[in-house]
C-alpha cells in the first residue's frame, strides 16, 4: 500500500474528513449507535496512520458540530467518553509518528475532564511539526465566523483595525487556526451531500469527495481512493484550462 501512495503525483497538504455513518453501520448490525462510533475511532486511527504514510502534513476530522449536542445525553455522554478512551490508548502513536495534535471548536464548551486530557496531550505533541492532527469539536463554521467578525469589530472599536483595510485576510486572520493552510481535499463518507456547517470558509476551493462508505468501514484503501480521485481533479480555480 505504501507503494501506492509513491504512485501519486499530487498529495494534497491538507484533508479535511466529514465522519459521517457511524450510527447507520451500528444500526445495520443490530448494536448500538456507540458500537459505530468505536469502530469509526479505528478508522481514525487507520486515516492517521495513512496520512502520515502518505505525506499529507494536515488532517482535521469532524468528530462533533455544535448541532450535536441536541443529541440524547447519553450519545454526547458517549462520545465525550469514548473522546477520552482513544486519547488514552492512541497517545504514543501520536509521539511515534510525530504528530501535533489540535482543537478547533468552541474548547469551554467541553465538559472539564474532557478538556483537562485534552490539554495534557495538547501540551505533549506541541513542539511537532511534520503533521498536524486536528480534531473539530463542539465546532460549526457559522459560529467561528461570527466569532471572528465579533473579534474583528472589537478591534476596530478599540482604534487598533481601519475598516477600510478589512479583507479576505483579515477574515482567515481571525478564524480559530488562522496558520492552517485550506484543505484541498475534503471528504464525507456515507453518501450525504451537505456541509452540515463544516468549514464553510476554508472549503471555498476545495475538491469534495463522497462516497457512499460508513466512517466505521473507511481505512487505508479508502483514503488512497480519496488521493486517487483528487489526483484526478482539474483544480482551475476560476481561471481557464490550461
Ligand atoms: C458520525 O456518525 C459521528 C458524529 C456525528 C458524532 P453519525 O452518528 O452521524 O451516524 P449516522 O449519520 O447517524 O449514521
Ligand atoms: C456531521 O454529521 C457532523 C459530524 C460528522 C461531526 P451529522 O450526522 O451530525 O450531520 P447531519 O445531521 O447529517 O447534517
Ligand atoms: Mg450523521
Redesign the pocket.
Known sequence: MTESFQSLEKIPRHVAL???GNGRWAQERGLPRIEGHKEGAQSVRAVLRAAAKAGVEFITV????T??WKRPPQEVDGLMKLLVSSLNAYEQELHDNKIRLRIMGQFERLPLPVRLRLQKTLDATRHYTDHTFII?LSYGSRTEIAEATKRIAEKVKAGELDPKKIDEQTVADHLYLPDVPDPELMIRTSG?L?L?N?MLWQLSYSEFHITDTYWPDFREEQFFQALEAFNGRDRRYGGVKK
Open positions: 466529514i465522519m459521517d469532524y468528530a462533533f458540530s448541532e450535536n473539530a450525504e451537505r452540515s463544516f
